[in-house]
């Protein structure tokens, strides 16, 4: 994408990579994503912050080529992972001068990751400060968000926070100031690959809070220049508030899981529960895993195959376990044929899971009138427990 004036002397100059559908060979990408690279010009250095995704460099150069510039002092890399750091060393190639900036166990990352050798470096800690002439840099370290080493770079003259994958968003858009439309992009992003670490978001949110910002500037997606309305949707998302949603993700090979995943679900809708319902076979995770940052319960439903669970049931329990959400409530719904292997296989599953597990419902073959009588006792279980918390 084309050049982007951010402020006098800063620049967007990353890449935006619209045809990219799946990231970490993991995570669906509808809308595409972007590797946001930031172009510092000071009085007397140039700082470049952040670079692009290997696969996009080319993006990246045209950008730079643009300035005329024959010289970049420092690469200021937040986060090793490559999708940032992986343009660093064409970088160090064509700009033989440049050091990179960023914290020790980053260095030690980029080190083992793209083989950049030590004296290429300049360390800097908590608070340190680099001058590029009228523009000051300042560093803060923000881990886990999503990696141990991420830190975020503020630019203290002009107010503006780049803080890489913190409140960053997948989507290609040449409108990088949109505020209006990057609520469900965030929200997504939120939720595939910040949620794990929701501690470490809210004490990181409470750390940037004290910093005077104007601009967001993320290496993903969005430029905010209304920092609140992402400050505030992450103080929601990583809270530990829930809403009076359950989710049903199930899979069905003969229709039996199936037809108790629908009377459940009616049987919820009955009883004021609004529902998330996924079919595995078609779900994209990121949209499943969207649904845990808000719903209360999570019901997961699989057949038993193969003397043990369908292996989507598996993978939906293995993402849900892995997100770590902040649902109070969770729960099986099976069927088998003639050996009950999967609710055993999914409890096991679900070892990071810190709420209550309600009774499972197990149907033998399609299910029957007494199966329906325990998928009623599952609802009203269900509307108990959220009003015992407050949500009715
Ligand atoms: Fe966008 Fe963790 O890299």
Excluded at 234 to 260: G, Q, R
Excluded at 317 to 334: C, E, G, H, Q
């Amino acid at each position: 994408m084309a050049v982007k004036k951010i402020k006098e002397g800063i620049y967007f100059v990353g890449a935006l990579h619209w045809d990219r559908r799946l990231f970490d060979e993991l995570i669906p990408l509808p809308d595409g994503t972007s590797y946001n690279s930031y172009l510092i010009h000071g009085e007397n250095k140039t700082a470049l912050i952040d670079t692009v995704d290997p696969t996009t460099i080319d993006q990246l150069f045209v950008n730079l080529k643009k300035f005329k510039i024959n010289k970049i002092d420092y690469v200021i890399a937040n986060h090793a992972e490559q999708d940032h750091s992986g343009g660093i060393p064409f970088i160090l190639k064509e700009y033989s001068e440049a050091k990179v900036v960023t914290n020790e166990k980053c260095k030690d990352m980029l080190m083992d990751l793209l083989l950049i050798p030590e004296d290429k470096f300049i360390v800097v800690k908590e608070n340190e400060k680099i001058e590029l002439g009228g523009k000051t840099l300042q560093f803060f370290m923000i881990p886990w968000v999503h990696w141990p080493e991420t830190m975020a770079t503020y630019l203290i003259e002009d107010k503006i926070l780049f803080p890489c994958d913190f409140f960053g968003s997948h989507i290609a858009t040449s409108a990088i100031f949109d505020q209006e439309h990057f609520y469900i992009p965030a929200k997504r992003y939120y939720a595939e690959i910040m949620s794990p670490f929701r501690n470490n978001v809210r004490n990181n949110l409470e750390k940037v809070k004290k910093l005077d910002v104007e601009i967001i500037a993320p290496s993903h997606g969005i430029i905010y220049k209304n920092p609140k309305v992402i400050m505030d949707a992450y103080a929601e998302w990583a809270s530990e508030n829930v809403k009076n949603e359950a989710i049903i993700a199930f899979v069905s090979m003969h229709d039996s899981t199936k037809k108790m995943a629908e009377y459940l679900r009616e049987a919820l809708v009955e009883r004021g529960i609004n529902v998330h319902y996924f079919n595995l076979t078609v779900t994209d995770i990121g949209e499943l895993a969207m649904t845990l940052i808000d719903a209360a319960t999570l019901i997961l439903g699989a057949p038993t195959v193969l003397a043990g669970i369908h292996p989507l049931g598996a993978y939906a329990a293995y993402l849900a376990n892995a997100l770590r959400p902040k649902t109070k409530f969770a729960s099986l719904i099976t069927s088998y044929g003639w050996g009950e292997k999967a609710s055993e296989v999914l409890k096991g599953l679900l070892i990071n899971f810190k709420g209550e597990i309600l009774q499972p419902v197990t149907a033998k073959g399609f299910p029957k009138e007494n199966d329906f009588k325990q998928l009623d006792r599952l609802a009203d279980d269900i509307y108990n427990k959220h009003k015992e918390i407050g949500l009715f």
